[in-house]
């Protein structure tokens, strides 16, 4: 199975900064014959089902918005969002979806400072 | 509008069974690929298992926590996946997801516990 780790674990960051969170898979998810790497980000707020933010890595999903952006290939992917906003608040995670089982990261909480 | 409703969540003692269901409308449901995904109280996301269009075989994949136990079908006709839980472990215990393409349903909690 691919293992996905993310980091940190957790963070704050102050309004109107950025954040970055690390997504790391334990073997490669770019697969050549489609040159696209198998990667998705979500977000999730309490109480709610998780959100698509990113698909193949970097493909941003209609209506979020840009201060959202997605980066990496291969084993190393990073989302970063700009200018930080409290509704921004919520738990991020990973998944690869190159090879089933889809797994997902742990998870990386976002707090405002 | 894609909308995904899941149903079926109870509680149920440990070695029971329990059958989910997820009705789906909005999208070409035949041709779509199916996952169910849960979340324990308090924890992460876990891939449970996936079932691929009719066209594709109608394949199923699950994770190693529930093969063997866990089984998805699927109804065309009724636009409806399904997720079988069979011999239930106070671990399976969480809220249960269906999603397709970046869409998810509101989930349903399944509470396994004596």
């Known amino acids: 199975d691919i293992v996905m780790t993310q980091s940190p674990d957790s963070l704050a960051v102050s309004l109107g900064e950025r954040a970055t969170i690390k997504c790391k898979s334990s073997q490669s998810l770019f697969h050549s014959s489609t040159n696209k790497n198998y990667l998705a980000w979500y977000h999730q707020k309490p109480g709610q089902p998780p959100k698509l933010l990113f698909y193949w890595a970097s493909t941003r999903e209609s209506g979020v918005p840009d201060r959202f952006s997605g980066s990496g290939s291969g084993t190393d992917f990073t989302l970063t969002i700009n200018s930080l906003q409290a509704g921004d608040v919520a738990v991020f995670y990973c998944?690869?979806?190159?090879?089933?089982?889809?797994?997902f990261g742990q998870g990386t909480k976002l707090e405002i400072k | 509008e894609v909308q995904l409703v899941e149903s079926g969540g109870d509680l149920v003692k440990p070695g029971g069974s329990l059958r989910l269901s997820c009705a789906a409308s909005?999208?070409?449901?035949?041709?779509?690929?199916m996952n169910w995904v849960r979340q324990a109280p308090g924890k992460g996301l876990e891939w449970v298992g996936r079932i691929k269009s009719k066209t594709d075989g109608e394949t199923t994949d699950y994770v190693a926590a529930v093969k063997g136990r866990f089984s998805i079908s699927r109804d065309d006709s009724k636009n409806t996946v399904y997720l079988q839980m069979n011999s239930l472990k106070t671990e399976d215990t969480g809220v249960y997801y269906c999603?397709?393409?970046?869409?998810w349903g509101q989930g349903t909690l399944v509470t396994v516990s004596s």
């Open positions: 998944q690869q979806y190159y090879s089933p089982p889809y797994t």
């Open positions: 909005g999208f070409s449901f035949s041709n779509a690929f």
């Open positions: 999603s397709t393409d970046g869409y």
